[in-house]
C-alpha cells in the first residue's frame, strides 16, 4: 500500500561544518567565539574561489547561479551577514534591502535573517518594494487627480492600480528596449531645449553680448544630463543682464515645470509609436499586431474620461465603475518601474540609497525591473553593490526579455561578477531531482545537479476519475498528519482555481489541518485560514504551483499532471521542475489513465497505469 511516511526532518538545511578550508582567517574552527559564528554553515555549500568572491567588499554586482534547493537563498544572506559584520563602515543592516519575487518568499526569507545577527534589513517583495519607491520618488510632488474610482480601489499617485497587466502589454512595457526609449525620450527633449536656447541666443538683440552667447552655447552642447544640470544653467543665466538672459531663464523654467511631470513624460512614453519602434525588431520583437492591441490599451490608460460616462456630482462612473479592468485613468503593475526609471533619467537617480541589494529568484524580473534596484545600490562612488540570485531553469514569468544572464547584463550596461554555479541539490533527495530533471526534456542544462543523499522513490499514481483521486488522496493525506503531526504537505495544482476545487473536496473529506492558499487577487471566498499567507507551519498547503516558487516541502503532490494540465510546452517543463523540487523527502504525481502528460517519464506512467 502506498504510503508518504518518514518526512519529517528531513527537509535538510546546509550541513554545519567547523572545517577551517584552509581559511584560518574566518575563523571557523572557533566559530563560537565570533560574531559570524552562522558563516560556517555555507562554507560546505562553497569552494575557497566562491568564498573569496561573494566576500569581498567592492565585488559590485555577483550573481549566484544553482539549481533548485542548492543554497542560493541561504548563501545570499549569509553574504548580507558577512559584509556587515566584516565592513561594518560600509554596510549597515539597516540599509540592505532585500527584494523577492513573491510576498509569500518574503514572509519566508523574514524568517531566516534574525537567525543571522543582522536587525533591521528590510525584506520585500519586488512589488511592493517598487510601489512604496514610486511614491517616495514622486509621491507628494506629483499626483494625478483622482476621479470618481471606488475608494477601497487600491491607488498608486491617487491612481486606480489594476491587479495585472493583459499579456500583450506586459510584454511591451517589460521589453528590452524600454530602457532604451526612456532614455531616448530625456536625450530629445533635451535636444529641444538645447535648440531653444541657441535660437535665443543668435537674436540680434543679444547676439552681440558674447558672455550671454557663451552661457547659452556652453549651456545647449556641454553633456547636460539631468534636471539638476539644467537648473545650474538657469542659476548661470540669472547672473547675466539683459532681456535675452530673462527670456533664457523662462525657457528654461518653462522646461523645468514641464519635465518635472514624470507622469505626463509617462504618458508620452506609452503612447509614441516613433519611441517604441523598436520593439518590432530583434530577438524579442513583438508581432504589430500585439504591438497594436498594447498600444491601443495604453491609449486608454491616458484617455480623459467621457463628460457622459461621470456623474458630476459624486464624480463617479454611472454605472457604477464595475470594470475593475478598465484601464482608463489607471496604472497596472508594470508601470511602476517606468516611472521610476523616468525619474531616474531625469534626476539622476533616486531619492534613497542601500548599502547593499540582494535580489532572490531574479530570473523572474526584467531588466526594467532590476533596473531601479541597480541604482539604489550605487554609492557616492557609482558603483553598484548588489547579489542577483536565481536560476534560469526555474523561470515562472516568460515576459521579461531574457534567459541568460549574460543578456540582462547586456541590457542593463553593467558586468556583473557570475559565481562558478552551485552544483549540490540539498533540498531535495537523488529520486526528486532526477524526475525534476527528466521534465525539463531539452530545457535540461548540460551539467546534471547532484544530490547529496537518496530517499524515497518518486510514485505515480493514474485514476479513472477525480472521485477515485480524491478518496485516494483524502485517504493518505488523513493518516500522514495522524503518523506525522509536524509535517509540511503541498498539494500543487496548475490553476489556482483547480486548487480552490481540490481544497473544497478535502476539505469535505476532512483531511486535517488543510489549507487552500491563494494571492489576495483571486478574491476567494473559500480561502479559509491564511487566504493570501503561508503559514510556514505543519499541515496541508492546497495552492497552484507557481506560488511555490522558493519555498520547501517535507512532501509534495503534484495533483491532475495530465496533458491537459501540462501538454508539451516550455513553461509546463518549468512549472512541473518548480514544482517537484519543493519535495525535500518524497514526491508523489496523479495522473489520469486517459491522457497522461507527456512530459512525465515513460516508466513512471507506465507502473502507475499497472497500478491502478
Request: proline share 6%.
Amino acid at each position: 500500500e502506498p504510503e508518504l511516511k518518514g518526512g519529517v526532518g528531513k527537509a535538510e538545511r546546509a550541513p554545519r561544518t567547523t572545517a577551517r578550508r584552509g581559511k584560518d582567517r574566518l575563523g571557523l574552527g572557533d566559530a563560537h567565539l565570533r560574531a559570524d559564528k552562522h558563516l560556517p554553515e555555507i562554507t560546505a555549500l562553497i569552494d575557497p574561489k566562491q568564498f573569496d568572491a561573494m566576500t569581498a567588499r567592492d565585488s559590485g554586482v555577483i550573481i549566484l547561479q544553482g539549481g533548485a534547493g542548492s543554497g542560493k537563498t541561504t548563501i545570499a544572506l549569509h553574504r548580507v551577514a558577512w559584509l556587515c559584520f566584516e565592513h561594518p563602515d560600509r554596510f549597515r543592516a539597516d540599509r540592505i534591502a532585500v527584494v523577492v519575487a513573491q510576498p509569500q518568499l518574503a514572509r519566508y526569507v523574514a524568517q531566516l535573517l534574525p537567525a543571522l545577527d543582522v536587525p533591521g534589513v528590510l525584506v520585500v517583495d519586488w512589488r511592493a518594494w517598487a510601489l512604496a519607491a514610486v511614491e517616495r520618488t514622486i509621491g507628494d510632488k506629483q499626483r494625478a487627480r483622482a476621479r470618481g474610482r471606488a475608494a477601497h480601489s487600491p491607488r498608486l499617485l491617487s491612481r486606480r492600480l489594476l491587479t495585472e497587466a493583459p499579456a500583450d502589454v506586459a510584454r511591451l512595457k517589460k521589453h528590452p528596449v524600454m530602457l532604451a526609449a526612456i532614455r531616448a525620450q530625456w536625450r530629445r527633449r533635451l535636444t529641444v531645449l538645447a535648440e531653444s536656447l541657441l535660437a535665443e541666443s543668435g537674436r540680434a538683440d543679444v547676439s552681440g553680448r558674447a558672455d550671454f552667447a557663451q552661457v547659452i552655447a556652453a549651456v545647449a552642447t556641454r553633456p547636460v544630463r539631468t534636471l539638476g544640470d539644467v537648473e545650474d544653467a538657469r542659476t548661470r543665466l540669472a547672473r547675466l543682464p539683459g532681456d535675452g538672459a530673462v527670456r533664457a531663464q523662462r525657457i528654461i523654467e518653462r522646461f523645468l515645470e514641464s519635465e518635472r511631470d514624470i507622469v505626463a513624460a509617462w504618458e508620452e512614453l506609452i503612447s509614441d509609436r516613433d519611441l517604441l519602434a523598436d520593439v518590432l525588431h530583434g530577438s524579442h520583437s513583438l508581432e504589430p499586431a500585439t504591438f497594436d492591441a498594447a498600444l491601443r490599451y495604453t491609449k486608454r490608460q491616458i484617455d480623459e474620461p467621457a463628460d457622459l460616462d461621470i456623474d458630476e456630482e459624486r464624480r463617479a462612473p454611472i454605472d457604477g465603475g464595475d470594470d475593475d479592468d478598465d484601464p482608463l485613468e489607471a496604472f497596472d503593475p508594470c508601470d511602476a518601474p517606468l516611472l521610476l526609471s523616468i525619474a531616474i533619467e531625469r534626476h539622476g537617480g533616486l531619492p534613497f540609497v542601500y548599502d547593499h541589494v540582494v535580489v532572490d529568484e531574479a530570473q523572474d524580473l526584467a531588466a526594467i525591473e532590476l533596473w531601479p534596484l541597480l541604482v539604489a545600490s550605487r554609492g557616492k562612488d557609482g558603483t553598484a553593490s548588489m547579489t542577483l540570485a536565481g536560476d534560469v531553469i526555474q523561470r515562472v514569468v516568460f515576459d521579461n526579455g531574457w534567459d541568460e544572464w549574460a543578456s540582462v547584463e547586456e541590457q542593463l550596461q553593467i558586468r556583473a561578477q557570475a559565481v562558478e554555479p552551485f552544483k549540490l541539490a540539498y533540498r531535495s533527495t537523488e529520486q526528486v531531482v532526477r524526475f525534476s530533471r527528466a521534465v525539463l526534456g531539452p530545457l535540461a542544462p548540460a551539467s546534471a545537479p547532484r544530490a547529496v543523499r537518496s530517499g524515497a522513490p518518486v510514485e505515480g499514481f493514474a485514476f479513472s476519475d477525480p472521485g477515485e483521486e480524491l478518496a485516494f488522496l483524502a485517504e493518505s493525506l488523513r493518516s500522514l498528519m495522524a503518523r506525522e503531526p509536524l509535517a509540511s504537505v503541498a498539494l500543487l495544482c496548475r490553476y489556482p482555481v483547480r486548487a480552490r476545487f481540490y481544497a473544497s473536496m478535502l476539505g469535505r473529506a476532512e483531511v486535517p489541518r488543510l489549507r487552500l492558499v491563494l494571492g489576495a487577487h483571486e478574491d476567494d471566498a473559500h480561502a479559509g485560514a491564511g487566504g493570501d499567507d503561508f503559514s510556514f507551519s505543519p499541515g496541508v498547503d492546497v495552492t497552484n504551483v507557481a506560488r511555490t516558487k522558493g519555498l520547501e516541502y517535507d512532501y509534495v503532490i503534484l495533483a491532475e499532471v495530465t496533458e491537459a494540465m501540462y501538454p508539451d510546452q516550455i513553461a509546463t517543463r518549468h512549472l512541473l521542475h518548480i514544482g517537484a523540487t519543493r519535495a525535500a523527502h518524497q514526491l508523489w504525481v496523479t495522473t489520469s489513465r486517459e491522457a497522461p502528460s507527456p512530459l512525465l517519464p515513460p516508466d513512471l506512467v507506465d507502473l502507475a497505469l499497472a497500478a491502478s
